[in-house]
Structures are given as C-alpha cells and as structure tokens.
C-alpha cells in the first residue's frame, strides 16, 4: 500500500519557524520526485517546494525561496520542508506529493500528474 504521512503542521506566530516531514512507502522511493504542495481556502494547489529522490535538485516557489528549504533522507524515505519566516499568507493545507520521472521544476508546476497524495497537513500562521 502506497503511504505519504505528512506532520509537523500547527498553528505559529509570524516570523516564526515549523518543520514538516513526509514519510514515504509502498513505492520505488528513488524513482520520484517529491514535492510539497500547498492549499489555501478559495485558491488553487500550488507546489511550493519539489526535490528529487535521484540527484537532490529542488525547485522553489518564488513565494517561498529563501524562506523554505526542502531536503531528503534517502535512506528513511522521508522528505522534510524547513519553513522560516512564515507569514500569514503561507496559512494553508500542506501535502506531499510524489510524481515519477519529471524534473522538479516539471513536478512543481503540474499538480494533475502527481501520482500519489499524502492527506495534509494544516499550517496556521497568526499575525
């Protein structure tokens, strides 16, 4: 059975910092890019964030470079998002997604190919 487990989502203040995970399973976790998307109520899922498993290129968001570093842990399967500076803008839903064989660029940009979801994760940022 093919799992993404998001956590570390919650509430926090402007300015302040959280860290979320994904652990992956049920497939070839190196064959993929993972990435985190976000939603927000009344808007579109945006990816924020991607990474590949293969060779560790990422990709960003304009609305969150500098702010968010993506990283992987290979050997536990597990992608992890580090956000600082957080604004109140950045209060959404976060997901991770795997997409296969695409540039993270490409994985980022293209939500209807992400071939599987996490649930989420719920980020709120208070001012």
């Known amino acids: 059975e093919v799992q993404l487990v998001e956590s570390g989502g919650g509430l926090v203040q402007a300015g302040g910092s959280l860290r979320l995970s994904c652990a992956a399973s049920g497939f070839t976790f190196n064959r993929y890019t993972i990435g985190w998307f976000r939603q927000a109520p009344g808007r579109e899922r945006e990816g924020i964030a991607c990474?590949?498993?293969?060779?560790?290129?990422?990709h960003y968001a304009d609305s969150v470079k500098g702010r968010f570093t993506i990283s992987i842990n290979n050997a536990k399967n597990t992608v992890y998002l580090q956000m600082n500076g957080l604004k109140p803008e950045d209060t959404a839903t976060y997901y991770c997604?795997?997409?296969?064989?695409?540039?993270?660029?490409?994985?980022?940009?293209?939500?209807?190919?992400?071939?599987?979801w996490g649930r989420g994760t719920l980020v709120t940022v208070s001012s």
């Open positions: 990474i590949s498993s293969s060779d560790t290129s990422t």
């Open positions: 997604a795997a997409t296969s064989d695409v540039a993270p660029k490409t994985a980022c940009a293209w939500a209807y190919g992400v071939d599987y």
